[in-house]
């Protein structure tokens, strides 16, 4: 069981990235996935997050984020999306994936979403 996110770079601001978590030895089709980041010397910071269904209101985005990210999900890749648009160098940060293998929702009363498995990150750098 593993997850992985990839799709990191250096972008100038204002620019776009999209980054993947990608799922091997499950499907992530019946398990919500949540984004997360971690700047240098800051704690981690929950970016979004997509239930099994919309149906109840998801994906959800952090203030920092909504209206610039956008969560979907790639059943037929087995894959979780992350894009990223109108990039700030506050974006900077290493961007992780994470999935909750006891419930097919998204949890809002949790800082993390209730997210219990978590993916290696990805490194975004956003220059000014």
């Known amino acids: 069981v593993q997850l992985q996110a990839s799709g990191g770079g250096l972008v100038q601001a204002g620019g776009s990235l999209r980054l993947s978590c990608a799922a091997s030895g499950f499907s992530l089709d019946g398990y919500p996935v949540g984004w997360f980041r971690q700047a240098p010397g800051k704690g981690r910071e929950a970016v979004g997050c997509?239930?099994?269904?919309?149906?109840?209101?998801?994906?959800y985005y952090a203030d920092a984020v909504r209206g610039r990210f956008t969560v979907s999900r790639d059943n037929s890749r087995n894959t979780v999306y992350l894009q990223m648009n109108s990039l700030k160098p506050e974006d900077t940060a290493v961007y992780y994936c994470a999935t909750r293998l006891k419930s097919a929702w998204c949890d809002l009363y949790t800082d993390n979403y209730g997210m219990d498995y978590w993916g290696r990150g990805t490194q975004v750098t956003v220059s000014s």
């Open positions: 997509i239930s099994t269904s919309p149906s109840d209101g998801s994906p």
